[in-house]
């Protein structure tokens, strides 16, 4: 599904991303890793398409196309979806007006049914119960004066009505407690399916006791320093990032001779 | 019949004699209309040499000369296109500026008395009430435009809201500045007394027929006492051949409440000054508004928020919205008068600017005397948020698309402060459609 080869991206010419390879197929869950300013929400923002990253080298295939000649809401339509760290508020368009578009935009571009507000109505009720959200909050506009806890159910509310068949989570349990850390992650994973692929950016192993990876993947310095299973996490949990950072220091001092 | 006024002020004291011989009225009014025509020609019309009028331009509009017509007799038009479900049977029509009974429907306005002015003036009922209140609030004196609109006095409307009466209906004028046969000029005037513990919702829409430049002038005159609540939303949409001048003066009694929401959409150019003077405690408003200008649009708002005695609240959030090469003038000033303690009063005003020809002025002033105040003002100039169009591209709306939203979403915290329902459905349609920003099914 995803096939990301030897990516560089770099924001203000600085460079963060530093050869990624990465791949995805349907029906897997992967945990990306890392420490704080080792590019994990970088990787998450390039594959949304952030205008402010640039891509410098390498490429990015999804489902065979070339992402990155995609723009992010054709990106969106295809399938793609980013759950935001930090989630944009629109003030005065309500969430049902805005979930409503964004549902028959996406409808129009693969040939669907659109559905009216009433129709519509129903969808999103339907879908509200994956994040325990109440009716209330479909008229309120999109993320003003929500909780932290709420902006992130909300965004799993937007994947619930989008279907996306990649989803990517970038530090969504960040700001979380356990009680909305464990409707989240319910939500997400009523979401996992043969189908689609979910990525989920994390700085902590918390997240993953309640959507468990098949692959963990750890990023530092803007590159994959070590793959694993879910047991990966936990290794990294007992051990901290400095083991890992420990580690590329070594085989980078091993290589030097080469040089 | 209509009497010709061209550049020089002396043909508005042509066009004022005929008018006087057209409809004499009792000796108060003659000494009204008289001085204020004096005061008009020895201000004349406001240049961009007084500070209030700096960024505002009436040279064309003193240059151009139109008709005053008294009556239109074939309307391209019919009342009921200006009206909404909720005050279909509760319209007040001016055409021109002439109170016109055969296209008003104040059946359901039961307890509230809406009538010409004219009419008022002369019927022992209201007489004195209108003599009491009429150019109180609305101060000519120093004012060459308001001076104008008293000079033409021959008609406008009365409204009364009797003591403890409480309007379940919203009245609507609707002011039809018609061009079809020439140039037009009127000048429509209205006062509104709401008595003690009394409430209405006032609908104003002002529109415009025909396709020669129209000169609306036009003075509202509020006054509300002790304890009475009026919602007023105030609807501007003439077309983009029309000069707009306009001024609505509100006076407040004690526990009064007084909220004012103003769309401003339509005009060449448009000007509104509202001014509220909170003269008892206990007082509350709301001075609310949205501008929308695009190409070849200049759209300025003054408003002054007094507030003479203590315990009084105001509040105020102003939104603008410029396309192309669109210029808007926002400049409120609130007063806080020496002695005028536990004020509370909010001032707000933000401007979004989609193109980089436009251009808006803005000025937010706090003048305070009392010193146990609460006070705060600011505002804002800027642009659709990048990042916001980003988080919208991933939820697969298109930037364009994107734009239109955040477009809606700006100007809807305005007019969703609008009283009447079917009238914020009509307006969110109105904006987009104005910005060429259509949304693709209705929000």
């Not at chain 2, 009014?29 to 500070?51: H, I, K, Q, Y």
Request: proline share 3%; glycine share 6%; charged share 25%.
């Amino acid at each position: 599904m995803l096939e990301i080869r030897n990516l560089h991206a770099a924001i203000d010419g600085k460079e963060i991303l530093k050869g990624i390879n990465l791949t995805v197929n349907k029906g897997e869950v992967h945990a990306i890793m890392g420490p704080n300013g080792s590019g994990k929400s970088t990787l998450a923002k390039v594959l949304a398409g952030h205008p402010s990253y640039e891509v410098t080298v390498g490429e990015v295939l999804y489902e065979g196309r070339n992402l990155l000649e995609m723009s992010p809401d054709e990106r969106a339509r295809e399938g793609v979806f980013m759950a935001f760290q930090y989630p944009i508020e629109v003030p005065g368009v309500s969430n049902a007006q805005f979930l409503r578009l964004a549902y028959n935009e996406k409808q129009k571009h693969l040939g669907g049914e659109e559905l009216d507000p009433l129709e519509f109505k129903d969808l999103l009720k339907e879908r509200a119960k994956v994040v325990e959200m109440e009716a209330s909050f479909m008229s309120r506009s999109v993320n003003e004066g929500f909780s932290g806890g709420e902006k992130k159910r909300n965004e799993i509310l937007q994947m619930a009505v989008l279907e996306p068949r990649l989803a990517i989570l970038d530090e969504t349990d960040s700001g979380l407690d356990i009680d909305a850390l464990r409707v989240v992650a319910g939500g997400v994973n009523q979401l996992q399916g043969p189908e689609n692929a979910i990525i989920v950016v994390t700085h902590y192993q918390r997240l993953l006791n309640y959507i468990v990876p098949d692959y963990v993947h750890v990023i530092a310095d803007g590159q994959i320093a070590r793959e694993g299973g879910k047991e990966l996490a936990l290794e990294l949990e007992e051990k901290g990032y400095d083991w890992i950072k420990a580690q590329m220091h070594e085989s980078a001092t091993t290589l030097a001779p080469a040089n | 019949m209509a009497t010709e006024v061209v550049k020089k002020e002396s043909k508005y004291h042509e066009a004022f004699d005929a008018l006087k011989a057209r409809k004499p009225s009792v000796a108060w009014v003659e000494l009204v209309r008289d001085s204020a025509m004096d005061v008009f020609e020895s201000l004349g019309f406001p240049t961009v040499a007084n500070e209030e009028w700096k960024y505002t331009n009436l040279a064309q509009l003193a240059k151009e000369s139109f008709d005053i017509a008294s009556s239109v007799e074939d309307l391209p038009f019919s009342a009921e296109q200006f009206s909404f479900p909720e005050t279909f049977d509760s319209h007040v029509v001016l055409v021109n500026g002439i109170f016109r009974s055969d296209l008003s429907t104040t059946s359901q306005v039961e307890g509230v008395v809406a009538l010409d002015l004219f009419d008022a003036i002369a019927d022992a009922r209201y007489s004195k009430m209108v003599r009491d209140y009429l150019a109180r609030n609305a101060n000519y004196h120093d004012r060459g435009l308001t001076a104008l609109n008293t000079a033409f006095l021959e008609s406008g409307v009365f409204v009364l809201v009797p003591k403890n009466f409480h309007a379940a209906t919203p009245l609507q004028i609707t002011y039809v500045a018609d061009s079809a046969e020439a140039q037009t000029a009127n000048f429509p005037r209205v006062l509104l007394v709401a008595e003690e513990n009394s409430s209405l919702t006032l609908v104003e829409r002002f529109v415009s027929t025909g396709q020669h430049p129209t000169f609306t002038n036009a003075v509202v005159e509020i006054v509300l006492m002790d304890r009475a609540r009026l919602k007023h939303d105030r609807l501007q949409q003439e077309n983009a051949e029309a000069f707009h001048v306009a001024s609505t003066s509100a006076e407040l009694g004690h526990g009064s409440s007084y909220n004012s929401t103003a769309i401003n959409l339509g005009g060449k150019l448009a000007r509104h000054d509202i001014s509220v003077v909170m003269n008892h405690e206990g007082a509350e408003c709301w001075v609310d508004g949205l501008y929308v200008v695009g190409s070849d649009q200049h759209s300025d708002t003054h408003s002054v928020i007094d507030h003479k005695q203590p315990h009084c609240n105001s509040h105020q959030l102003y939104k603008g919205i410029l396309d192309g090469n669109g210029r808007a003038v926002f400049n409120g000033k609130i007063y806080v008068r020496e002695g005028a303690q536990k004020t509370d009063a909010m001032q707000t005003n933000k401007n979004l600017l989609l193109s980089p020809q436009a251009r808006v002025d803005t000025k937010p002033q706090l003048e305070i005397y009392a010193d146990d105040v609460k006070c705060a003002h600011g505002a804002a100039v800027g642009q659709i948020d990048q990042e916001e169009l980003f988080y919208l591209a991933t939820r697969g709306i298109d930037p364009k698309l994107g734009k239109n939203l955040l477009t809606y979403g700006f100007a809807e915290e305005v007019i969703g402060k609008i009283g009447v329902e079917s009238i914020r459905a009509q307006l969110d349609e109105a904006v987009l459609t104005q910005l060429h920003a259509p949304l693709p099914t209705e929000v």
